[in-house]
């Protein structure tokens, strides 16, 4: 089994910055993208950030959060990471992250969720 553990989320005022970490374990033979989504009530879940885990680790970044927001991985440790500076009271929401892996070469790529966690930013 595949296990996705997000930590980071928490309360901030805005203008401050957070630091969201997403571990994946379990049985896992390649990890090819990872990405950090996030949702409000009624609104669909959109995508913040993503990146490869090959080559040069290339990224996507939505456009509410470019020159805010760095997404970064750690392949050894098949985390990744979602430094959030300059924050707003809109990127209040639930943060999920997604991973794009097979749990073995006889397995397909298919996508896995984590729990998500909570951001609030609010004075």
């Known amino acids: 089994q595949v296990q996705l553990v997000e930590s980071g989320g928490g309360l901030v005022q805005p203008g401050g910055s957070l630091r969201l970490s997403c571990a994946a374990s379990?049985?896992?033979?390649?990890?090819?993208?990872m990405a950090w989504y996030r949702q409000t009530p009624g609104k669909q879940r959109e995508l913040v950030a993503g990146?490869?885990?090959?080559?040069?680790?290339?990224?996507n970044l939505a456009d509410s959060v470019k020159g805010r927001f760095t997404i970064s991985r750690d392949n050894a440790k098949n985390t990744v990471y979602l430094q959030m500076n300059g924050l707003k009271p809109e990127d209040t929401a639930v943060y999920y992250c997604?991973?794009?892996?097979?749990?073995?070469?006889?397995?397909?790529?298919?996508?896995?969720w984590g729990q998500g966690t909570q951001v609030t930013v609010s004075s």
């Open positions: 990146i490869t885990s090959g080559g040069g680790g290339g990224t």
């Open positions: 379990g049985s896992i033979f390649n990890i090819n993208y």
């Open positions: 997604k991973a794009i892996l097979r749990a073995s070469l006889a397995t397909p790529y298919r996508d896995y």
